[in-house]
């Protein structure tokens, strides 16, 4: 099997949103040397022969269209039999992919009940997730990206990826601080801003610290931070362990990767951090 060990990987079913992922894709692989391939998923079942030939065909055409446009032979694809749920995050994690972008829709009717079909991709797997609704925007470049802190050992994990981007795309961290004032849990959410912090200081990455202004639901409060400060990205962590009940009484990472202002998140999985970044770095 061809080497991916540098690839970004972008879900692709034809949709506009898919080509806002594939824009997103050119421009970070321009900063990181990056090769891209196009990710198609069919369903597995009666009719997905033909299904095939019609995906590879259309598929070729894009990427011929893509290139052409781009003056560039940097894009391949690669179709899929099984469901997205599963396929996508198992592919991406043995083939230790950089990065998956996925455009989504937001999260619309039953979805609010039952999860957004993006985080339920998301979760199954070991490489980050970079989930947008548009176009990148007219900046070159990550110029200020979010990174909520709370009180969950699961911050640290995301802080590897905080310290890749700002070192390719010269970002600066904005480090949003859950206010908190039960001393217990308050303790945790200093010790998880300290160990950032630290790591930041070290890399050389530029920060800074802002505390929320109340105590309440602080994914929305990191949403409305993110757009104050017109945030280019929103770094987070998964939930671990989630379950279908999680998805029914809500996750706050399904309101941030599905938020009002569009704004692109990155999705990092509990364990997946450390692992991803050192073989994305080296």
Not at 66 to 79: A, P, Q, R, S, V
Not at 113 to 129: D, E, Q, W, Y
Not at 164 to 174: D, E, T
Not at 261 to 273: E, Q, W
Request: proline fraction near 2%; charge should be positive; hydrophobic fraction near 40%.
């Amino acid at each position: 099997m061809e080497n991916v060990y540098k690839e970004i990987l972008v879900t692709y079913d034809f949709t506009e949103v898919s080509d806002n992922a594939l824009a997103h894709a050119l421009r970070i692989s321009k900063y990181t040397d990056s090769r891209i391939r196009l990710l198609h998923v069919v369903e597995s079942g009666n009719g997905s022969e033909n299904k095939m030939e019609e995906a590879e065909r259309k598929l070729r055409l894009v990427c011929e269209e893509f290139c052409k446009k781009n003056g560039t032979d940097n894009l391949k694809y690669e179709i899929l039999t099984g469901t997205i749920f599963n396929t996508i995050g198992k592919y991406a994690s043995e083939n230790e992919a950089k990065m998956v972008i996925m455009g989504t829709h937001g999260v619309r009717g039953m979805q609010k009940i039952t999860g957004s079909r993006a985080l339920k991709v998301i979760i199954k797997s070991k490489v980050p997730f970079l989930v947008v609704q548009d176009k990148p925007s007219e900046k070159h470049r990550f110029t200020d990206i979010v990174f909520p802190v709370d009180f969950r050992a699961e911050t640290r994990e995301k802080l590897y990826w905080a310290i890749y981007l700002g070192k390719y795309f010269n970002s600066k961290i904005h480090i949003f601080k859950a206010p908190v004032t039960d001393k217990s849990i308050l303790k945790k959410v200093n010790t998880n801003l300290n160990f950032a912090t630290r790591y930041l200081i070290q890399n050389n990455i530029d920060y800074q610290i802002h505390v929320g202004a109340k105590a309440g639901n602080f994914a929305r409060d990191t949403i409305s931070f993110a757009s104050e400060i017109d945030a280019d990205l929103i770094l987070i962590t998964t939930t671990k362990g989630v379950h279908v009940t999680d998805f029914m009484f809500g996750l706050p990472e399904q309101e941030i990767i599905a938020n009002n202002h569009r704004i692109p998140v990155m999705a990092v999985n509990p364990m997946a951090g450390i692992s991803t970044i050192h073989s994305a770095m080296y």
